[in-house]
């Protein structure tokens, strides 16, 4: 193994390890805000945290460069907007375990489309990765009932199959994109772009910021904003550009264990076994992806 796909697979690990702490911790925080709430001050969290360092400690300035406009706005609309308010009401409308066994789902989805739009090679267990993925997602999705679809996480599950949709192309746009500008201008720009989406979304839908007087809340936001979004995108991002769009999905796969361990532990959650076979083959299609 090359010393670059080492270090790549490795910032994805860590980015993946922080990203499978962050599904509970948002399900804890929806007792308090709302999804739109989330969305919005996770973002002033990541302009405020990088502004200055921009600014003050680099040779950048955080200024939306203008050649870049279209492609920065399509990364924030994938990776920010589309993608955090998908999950943020994915995770109220089911459960943090259940979304991030679908969202695990990135990975099929990145490459098939990396081959489609970028050209890559689609291998026979890549293939065979894609239809036991489909497998996993109608066991969660159906609860084990034939040909049906609970209706009370119907809504749930869409948005999070929308989540890792979302995220797919965000990863395979960083990748195609390849702009010549540091990770941190290009992240500060997206939730620049982003925040005015999540202001107007936060105001039509009955905002409960009052509530982030609670110092738990306080402490899970800056966590969510420094960590899992700074951190946790800043380390995602050196992986693409190192080992491109279908490898760097490959840690993804462990962000649904850290998830579920973490949701039984802190949150008390359950969900049937028929659910946590289909997760199961979910992460199963992801490694049989990565077969040499």
């Known amino acids: 193994m090359s010393n670059d796909k080492f270090l790549g697979l490795t910032l994805s690990l860590v980015a993946s390890l922080i990203w499978g702490v962050s599904a509970p911790l948002i399900k804890y925080l929806l007792y308090y805000l709302t999804g739109f709430d989330i969305a919005l001050l996770r973002a002033l969290i990541v302009i405020i945290v ?13 200024a939306i460069p203008k050649k870049h406009l279209s492609e920065l706005f399509i990364l924030s609309l994938f990776g920010a907007s589309i993608m ?23 990975t099929p989805l990145t490459i098939l489309i990396a081959y489609i739009y970028l050209g890559e090679r689609l291998k026979w267990n890549e293939l065979l990765s894609i239809l036991i993925g489909v497998t996993g997602i109608i066991l969660v999705i159906t609860r084990g009932e034939p040909l049906s679809i609970h209706p009370k996480y119907f809504l749930g599950y869409t948005l999070a199959l929308t989540s890792a949709l979302s995220w797919s192309l965000y990863t395979i746009s960083y990748r195609k994109f390849s702009l010549e500008l540091s990770d941190k201008v290009i992240l500060f720009n997206m939730f620049l772009f982003a925040t005015p989406i999540f202001l107007v979304t936060d105001l039509y839908g009955s905002s409960r910021l009052h509530n982030i007087i609670h110092i738990d809340v306080i402490v899970i936001l800056i966590f969510l904003g420094v960590i899992s979004t700074v ?13 491109g769009a279908s490898l760097a999905s490959l840690p993804l796969m462990i962000v649904p264990f850290i998830s579920t361990v973490v949701s039984w532990l802190w949150l008390y959650e359950r969900v049937p076994m028929i659910s946590l076979i289909g997760g199961g083959l979910l992460i199963a299609s992801i490694g049989i992806a990565y077969i040499k």
Do not use: C, H, M
């Not at 409308?93 to 979304?99: G, L």
């Open 84 to 106: 955090w308010l998908s999950i943020n009401y994915s995770i109220l409308y089911s459960t943090a375990i259940e979304a991030t066994l679908l969202t695990s789902f990135t």
């Open 50 to 62: 990088l502004y200055p360092f921009i600014r003050f400690f680099s040779d950048n300035t955080p």
């Open 231 to 243: 951190a946790g995108f800043w380390l995602f991002n050196i992986s693409v550009k190192k080992i």
